[in-house]
């Protein structure tokens, strides 16, 4: 079965640091996504992404959060200095229609701010 | 703020039987209505999803939507110690995102 796939599945790193997490998407979807669940608390939507450009952006997206499509199969989302409350699993999603219908997850990157 | 409520359990039922979870929503232009697994460490998996009022069956679930009372349900029916997890209740207004709820974590015991 398709599936999404995200790298690192684990990054401990310090304070203002870069991160850089990655995602393949399911090759015949068109709408990507991220998402973010801090430990014990929901998911939360941080982003859709489509044909190239973001679609839309919850107000956790600030301007220290930006995704890029740098080739045909790789999503990426990028934290340009990390804070202690950015610790938190990073969910990648795709989905083959607008609207948020029918996301398939990835496992997720379970980010670690020192 | 559009909110998605869920009791956040446990909810704890005997092998084979009903698992019941409730989910109440805000925004009354809610469109579609998700039911996502989450087993602990692990992502979110879609269970079901459902659009209209009434009644929507998949092999032992079945998802319930009423819109005027902002009410989505998910029931279990012959409940597995594998069922054992948390389920995530989720609205679409056809923005391009998921509003969660907090989740319902469901123990199913032998």
């Known amino acids: ?114 | 703020q559009k909110e998605v409520e869920q009791n956040s359990g446990p909810l704890s039922v005997p092998e084979g039987a009903i698992a019941s979870l409730n989910c109440t929503y805000s925004d009354r232009g809610s469109q579609s209505f998700f039911w996502y697994r989450q087993y602990s460490g692990k992502s979110p998996e879609l269970i079901m999803f459902i659009y209209s009022n009434g009644d929507k069956e998949d092999g032992r679930f079945t998802a319930q939507l009423n819109k005027a009372s902002q009410y989505v349900s998910l029931l279990i029916r012959d409940s597995q110690p594998s069922d054992s997890a948390t389920y995530l209740c989720a609205v679409n207004d056809h923005t391009d995102k998921l509003i969660f709820g907090t989740g319902t974590r469901l123990q199913v015991f032998p």
Not at chain 1, 50 to 64: L, M
Request: aromatic residues 12%; charged residues 20%; contains cysteine.
């Open chain 1, 1 to 114: 079965e398709p599936e999404v796939t995200q790298t690192p599945s684990h990054q401990v790193t310090q304070m203002g640091q870069e991160v850089i997490l990655r995602c393949v998407p399911i090759s015949n979807h068109l709408y990507f996504y991220w998402y973010r669940q801090i430990l014990g608390q929901k998911v939360e939507f941080l982003v859709s992404f489509y044909n190239n450009e973001i679609s839309e952006k919850s107000e956790i997206f600030d301007d220290q959060f930006s995704v890029e499509r740098p080739d045909g199969s790789n999503f990426t989302l990028k934290i340009r200095s990390t804070k202690l409350e950015d610790s938190a699993m990073y969910f990648c999603a795709s989905s083959p229609n607008s609207g948020a219908n029918v996301l398939t997850f990835g496992a997720g990157s379970r980010l670690t701010v020192l």
